[in-house]
Nanobody, 117 residues
Framework: QVQLVESGGGLVQPGGSLRLSCAAS????????MGWYRQAPGKQRELVAT???????NYADSVKGRFTISRDNAKKTVYLQMNSLKPEDTAVYSC???????????WGQGTQVTVSS
């Protein structure tokens, strides 16, 4: 089992920045992908960004150039730096871990991001 704990959400004005963190309860010693997904009211959950254990990253078109996903293996933490935030970025952001060898998927509890003036 792996627990994921997110932090860093909040209220920010348009054009502002936030950094989300997702800390895993233990190290993962196999190939995995960690990522951020978001769900706005009345909409389906969508992928925001992912990073693999091999270092490759993937972004939704809507956040390319504004968001950056990164990781700190020593801290077992993945970050999502969000710049130039827009009202349409308002959503609950959830962290996901997928371990390929066991096909297990884990989710964090979610953190609210609200972009509003």
């Amino acid at each position: 089992q792996v627990q994921l704990v997110e932090s860093g959400g909040g209220l920010v004005q348009p054009g502002g920045s936030l950094r989300l963190s997702c800390a895993a309860s233990r190290s993962i010693f196999s190939i995995y992908t960690m990522g951020w997904y978001r769900q706005a009211p009345g909409k389906q959950r969508e992928l925001v960004a992912t990073i693999s254990s091999l270092g490759s990253t993937n972004y939704a078109d809507s956040v390319k150039g504004r968001f950056t996903i990164s990781r700190d293996n020593a801290k077992k933490t993945v970050y999502l730096q969000m710049n130039s935030l827009k009202p349409e970025d308002t959503a609950v952001y959830s962290c996901n871990l997928y371990i390929y060898s066991t096909r297990d998927a884990y989710w964090g509890q979610g953190t609210q991001v609200t972009v509003s003036s």
